[in-house]
């Protein structure tokens, strides 16, 4: 198992912790801070995933006039995961 901590930049969520297995299939999202009911459902969508597949999902989804997003933090907290070994 993998493990990132991340600390989310330009969003209202204030903390993300993401775990993938050897295959770099997601399973574990949590998202601190930002609207509920989105970062759960985003959260949950994740899990049984491979980190590339999210990545090319949600990278650039923005927040209203944000340049930025959770989900698109989020892609950041992955490409982290995904180049520990």
Same mark, same amino acid.
């Given at each position: 198992?993998?493990?990132?901590?991340y600390r989310p930049m330009g969003?209202?969520?204030?903390?993300?912790v993401v775990e993938c297995?050897?295959?770099?299939?997601?399973?574990?999202?949590?998202?601190?801070?930002?609207?509920?009911?989105?970062?759960?459902?985003?959260?949950?969508?994740?899990?049984?995933?491979?980190?590339?597949?999210?990545?090319?999902?949600?990278?650039?989804?923005?927040?209203?006039?944000?340049?930025?997003?959770?989900?698109? !933090?989020?892609?950041?907290?992955?490409? !982290?995961?995904?180049?520990?070994?």
């Open positions: 198992m993998k493990t990132v901590e969003v209202c969520s204030s903390k993300m297995d050897d295959d770099d299939v997601i399973t574990k999202v949590q998202i601190v801070g930002g609207c509920p009911g989105n970062t759960l459902g985003v959260s949950k969508l994740c899990i049984g995933k491979k980190i590339d597949e999210v990545i090319d999902t949600l990278e650039g989804v923005r927040c209203g006039a944000k340049s930025t997003s959770c989900p698109d !933090q989020l892609t950041k907290a992955l490409k !982290q995961l995904k180049e520990k070994k």
